[in-house]
């Protein structure tokens, strides 16, 4: 581990890599895709291409309702330099400081929808999940008009119970444990299973403008050919 004297002298170091390294800029380009009728299809399976692209492995597609849901993709840090052209220096900071990942959302919805906001007093239903009673009715391939495609990436960050960080390296982080469980007792007691848990702490829109602008690239492609 090193000296305390000596971490001002890493950080700065590693700062000044970070700022070498030419990380990606900041949200830029549409918001969504506008997608004709009869491109559904090619669309759909462009925005499954662009996500892989980006490591974001599709785990729910549903083409009758129109969305797709990724498995998360962990996030780098500044000591893997191979993810610096795809991080902001916020996201290497954070993926350093803390264990993040993010999710892709792909949603196919008609043009100029606005989603109903409920009443107050209404529960949260929580979204409508593939096979659900409540996305009867949502049939894409077969509706008619235009459609937009956008696309939302969430910010997970992981915290685990009784977890104490070291002020060096999150490497060197330790558990807590109850004081009331003598050792003799704590051997004998089967090993803790993993209670992490990963919540939503915000949105990558850079990254989302990113899956945008390859989906409208790979359905140009597919024009043109």
């Not at 499954?48 to 849901?69: F, H, N, W």
């Not at 969430?154 to 999150?170: A, D, K, L, M, N």
């Not at 990963?198 to 949105?203: C, E, F, G, K, Q």
Request: charged fraction near 25%; proline fraction near 8%.
């Amino acid at each position: 581990m090193p000296r305390p004297s000596t971490l001002p002298r890493i950080t700065a170091l590693l700062a000044a890599l970070t700022c070498l390294a030419g990380c990606a800029a900041s949200a830029t380009g549409p918001a969504y895709v506008t997608v004709a009728r009869g491109r559904y299809e090619a669309a759909f399976a462009a925005a499954a291409q662009a996500a892989r692209s980006e490591g974001l492995v599709p785990e729910i597609a549903d083409r009758q309702s129109g969305t797709i849901d990724t498995e998360p993709r962990a996030a780098g840090s500044i000591m893997e330099p191979w993810t610096w052209s795809d991080l902001t220096e916020d996201d290497l900071a954070a993926g350093t400081l803390s264990a993040e990942r993010r999710r892709a959302h792909f949603e196919f919805v008609p043009v100029g929808f606005k989603p109903i906001a409920p009443e107050g007093s209404a529960p949260l239903a929580g979204p409508v999940l593939p096979g659900s009673e409540r996305a009867r009715g949502a049939d894409l391939p077969s509706s008619t008009g235009e459609l937009e495609l956008r696309v939302t990436v969430s910010v997970e960050r992981r915290f685990r119970p009784g977890y104490q960080s070291s002020p060096y390296t999150r490497a060197l982080g330790g558990f807590s444990r109850d004081a009331m469980v003598n050792d003799a007792d704590a051997k004998q007691t089967p090993a803790p299973r993993d209670r992490s848990t990963w919540t939503p702490i915000a949105r990558d829109e850079r990254l989302e403008r990113v899956l945008i602008a390859r989906i409208a690239e790979l359905l140009t492609q597919s024009v043109d050919q």
